[in-house]
């Protein structure tokens, strides 16, 4: 009930929105009762990441990956731009929350952003043969970080107006995979 409730109230209003005592008092608990849940904010806050993180995955998830990788990679980017503009709160929330200075995310919420990049890996994996599985390892990465940056800049307002989130995605994904096709031709340069 605390993440319903947690996730209701970022959905609406964002990171700043979120505090024990308006996430107690929606579901009719005392501020207190959710300490026996979650460490703090912050643990609570982390839990609703997790769950956004699989929110997204079964996003994507839902798209099946063709075996060409350029259409499987364009697909998997239109489903994120899509998510983040259907869950422009809840997505910045990701991105927005930091947990104080000498604490670390919890191994579970790593591994369910692996579980995210490993679709991106799936439709990479045509354009890398056996044993480049680390290429492709940092190819979904850089792709992904680079997409997570179009939209950033998009959601903040500070993308140029004269292109769209969805060209500067393709133009990405175009020659970012052209640049693969073109190495794979040449194999000592990777």
């Not at 008092?25 to 643990?43: C, M, R, S, V, W």
Request: contains cysteine; charged residues 25%; glycine residues 6%.
């Amino acid at each position: 009930m605390a993440l319903d409730a947690a996730e209701e109230i970022a959905a609406r209003e964002g990171l700043r929105s979120l505090t024990v005592r308006r996430i107690a008092a929606k579901i009719g608990y005392a501020p207190g009762t959710l300490y026996n849940l979650f460490e703090n904010l912050d643990d609570l806050i982390v839990h609703l990441n997790g769950r956004i993180l699989d929110q997204l995955y079964d996003a994507l998830a839902e798209g099946h990956l063709s075996d060409e990788p350029e259409q499987a990679v364009r697909r998997l980017a239109r489903m994120y731009i899509d998510f983040t503009r259907r869950r422009p709160k809840l997505w910045s929330l990701l991105f927005e929350h930091r947990l104080p200075d000498g604490q670390e995310l919890p191994d579970w919420h790593y591994e369910k952003i692996q579980r995210l990049l490993a679709l991106l890996e799936r439709a990479l994996a045509p354009l890398f043969p056996a044993g480049q599985e680390t290429e492709r390892h940092h190819s979904a990465r850089v792709i992904w970080s680079s997409l997570h940056g179009i939209c950033s800049l998009d959601s903040a307002g500070k993308l140029v107006k004269t292109e769209s989130v969805e060209a500067l995605a393709e133009s990405l994904i175009s020659y970012y995979l052209a640049g693969l096709a073109r190495l794979s031709r040449s194999p000592a340069q990777l």
